[in-house]
């Protein structure tokens, strides 16, 4: 799972400064990520970036590696069994895939115990009725109210804004329901009608000439 979207974002935000793809820095950013888990180069990279958003950084990912190691030694290096490289789970990835897709939505990165926030979130709600909520919970917002967005979703937003659409989404259901059903027995009485009309002129005798 790579980040460079978020780091990107992230620069952005906090630096002014756009980071190229073609930055020949990614190689030690990606070498970061074997060590540690990718949410966690995610993080450090944010505080990092926070705490120097005034320094008038121009290379991001040159200045964040000279000092990478000080905001990453209390992560954690990732564990490594026999002697291999670490590999993140499939709920890892998952989790990574979608703060980065929540952070392409809206400029704003799920860090820290808003991340796991999500991850609790998950448990009861898929990935896309996550993605979905989220568009819709920031659609009306404005500049002021992006700064805690993140923070409103996942200290309870997302998941009203989730239970509202499942119980929006059954109710159409049900309303489809109820008028496929009604077609049905208006159909249904139709047939009966035309079938006793018919069955009444069969009965008719019709008078002798």
């Given at each position: ?20 793809d ?35 950084i ?22 490594v ?10 709920e ?12 392409l ?40 109210a ?14 009203d ?25 208006f ?8 079938a006793?009309?018919?069955?009444e002129?069969?009965e ?6």
């Open positions: 799972m790579k980040v460079n979207g978020p780091l990107q974002k992230i620069s952005k935000q906090y630096l002014k400064v756009e980071i190229h073609h930055d020949s820095n990614w190689k030690g950013i990606e070498e970061l990520r074997k060590e540690f888990k990718s949410h966690q180069v995610q993080t450090a990279f944010e505080k990092w970036a926070k705490s120097n958003r005034f320094s008038g121009t290379s991001p990912l040159y200045s964040f590696l000279l000092v990478a190691d000080n905001y990453l030694k209390d992560a954690g290096a990732a564990s069994e026999d002697s291999t490289s670490y590999q993140e789970t499939n890892d990835v998952g989790l990574d895939e979608l703060c980065t897709a929540l952070c939505i809206g400029e704003e990165s799920f860090t820290g115990r808003h991340r796991a926030a999500l991850a609790d979130l998950r448990k009861t709600a898929t990935d896309k009725e996550i993605k979905d909520a989220y568009t819709e919970f920031i659609s009306n917002c404005d500049d002021f992006m700064k805690t967005a993140v923070k409103r979703f996942a200290e309870g937003g997302g998941k804004f989730i239970n509202v659409a499942l119980e929006r989404a059954r109710l159409i259901k049900e309303e489809q329901a109820l008028q496929e059903k009604l077609a049905l027995d159909q249904k009485k139709r047939a009966e009608e035309r006793a009309i018919l069955s002129t069969d008719i005798i019709l008078p002798e000439g």
